[in-house]
């Protein structure tokens, strides 16, 4: 017995290994992950992660805070700053979670969220309790879904303000009105539909999971700025974080999100991601309107390149994207799902995505008629136009023209071979993909 547990433990590390040494030999397109600084990555491996700090710095439940507290007030205020946020709760471990904590804090179980449905951008987390969505299953709020514009891509305001209308004649009015998603090629009209909405006496929340680091760099959208109340996002999509959540808020609604945050939502609250957020803001306020603004024309320059090759990509008619990502129907060729699967095996990494029409076609999520790509971790990698170029081409030769991924594979592979550091921070010595053996 013995000897099978250290086998099953240096079978972990060996995972562990072939995993770091596989993305650096990738093309990684998620669009909802990144690659953290070196600096990001020590402050996830410090004592930190070992403590509790349950409370508010000053305030805490218990002793030994004396350190963590001083980079709390600073991680909360490098938060605010980079956000330009009168209150920023940097305790919510996800973006579920700081999800939670505006559901808990402004709205009650049985009340009605207005939100993005799944196929027009939403994340599950806005979702119904059928589809055991966030915001139904734990919370029990009801959702209604914001009628869509699958031509532009983007909410539908004046079908909206409608369904609002329609919806208080049915005794339905929403409490909360959710913007932002996991397909999001641009801006949501939140300036157009802010003060329609606050005139039902609806709480406005952003969720800026994806655009997080975009909306830093002032290259997308400033919700809280357009007359949104509250942001929630994770930390690690667009933004160098660590996987972590984050809430911002105008003063007046500190003390429910406090309360929400701790004791409601969290016990500890992975104190070493908070200290690395706290090095991913830092980051972010130095290098982050250079990075947004490259990580944006890189998806332009990707998207057109797409196209231009034959792939029919979503948002056309708006010049394709305004964000890190790009959606691209597959159904020509097959389904997301098996395009995912094909150039996986070529290193390629993206998701395959519900697109508007699928569910009304029978198609689901493990099939369904798009594929979703984001080049936030590619544009950290350093990569610009021409890579881009390549990377199109690449795709194609594994979707189009069906070649056999395995040779594409080690293309990509020497592809990859200049770009092995982390850029936008402030120190890279440490390669991005570089295995940390401290055994
Ligand atoms: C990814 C995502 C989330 C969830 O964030 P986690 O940090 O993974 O919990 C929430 N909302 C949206 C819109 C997302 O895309």
Request: proline residues 4%; contains cysteine.
């Amino acid at each position: 017995m013995a000897k099978q547990n250290k086998v099953s433990y240096n079978k972990i590390f060996s995972k562990l290994r072939e995993h770091h040494k596989w993305f650096g030999n990738a093309i990684p397109l998620i669009a909802s992950e990144n690659v953290p600084s070196p600096a990001v990555r020590e402050a996830i491996i410090s004592d930190f992660g070992n403590r509790y700090a349950e409370g508010w710095p000053g305030e805490r439940v218990y002793a030994g805070c004396t350190y963590i507290d001083d980079v709390e007030v600073e991680c909360t205020k490098l938060a605010r700053k980079l956000y330009r946020a009168k209150f920023a709760d940097v305790r919510p471990i996800s973006g579920v979670v700081a999800n939670l904590v505006i559901y808990s804090a402004f709205t009650n179980p049985g009340d009605v969220m207005l939100a993005p449905s799944i196929p027009a951008g939403g994340h599950i987390s806005h979702g119904k309790k059928e589809h055991f969505g966030t915001a139904g299953l734990v919370h029990g709020l009801e959702i209604e879904f914001y009628p869509f514009d699958a031509q532009e891509m983007t909410i539908d305001v004046d079908k909206s303000k409608q369904k609002i209308i329609e919806l208080e004649k049915a005794g339905r009015l929403p409490k909360m009105a959710m913007f932002g998603g996991s397909l999001f090629l641009f801006p949501h009209p939140v300036k157009e539909l802010a003060d329609f909405l606050k005139g039902y006496k609806m709480h406005v929340n952003y969720d800026a999971a994806h655009v997080a680091g975009l909306i830093a760099g002032g290259r997308f959208q400033d919700p809280l700025r357009e007359g949104a109340d509250t942001i929630t996002m994770s930390t690690h999509k667009t933004l160098f974080g660590p996987q972590g959540g984050l809430v911002l808020a105008s003063k007046e609604h500190e003390e429910e999100i406090k309360k929400s945050t701790f004791p409601g939502m969290t016990s500890s609250h992975h104190i070493h991601h908070m200290a690395a957020k706290a090095v991913a803001f830092a980051e972010a306020l130095e290098f982050g309107k250079d990075y947004a603004s490259q990580v944006i024309k890189n998806a332009k320059i990707l998207a057109e390149a797409l196209s231009g090759v034959g792939f029919k990509v979503l948002g056309e008619s708006r010049g394709f994207t305004e964000s890190h990502q790009i959606a691209v129907n597959v159904l020509e060729y097959s389904d997301g799902g098996i395009v995912e699967a094909e150039l996986e095996k070529a290193n390629i990494i993206v998701n395959r995505q519900l697109i508007p029409g699928d569910i009304k076609a029978g198609r689901n999520y493990f099939h369904p008629g798009g594929i979703r790509l984001g080049v936030s971790e590619i544009t950290r990698l350093g990569m610009k136009k021409s890579e881009m170029k390549e990377i199109a081409e690449y795709i194609k030769q594994v979707v189009i023209d069906k070649k056999d991924p395995k040779k594409i594979s080690s293309k990509v592979k020497s592809f990859r071979k200049s770009f092995q550091k982390v850029r936008y921070c402030f120190d890279n010595k440490l390669g991005a993909y570089e295995y940390v053996k401290l055994r």
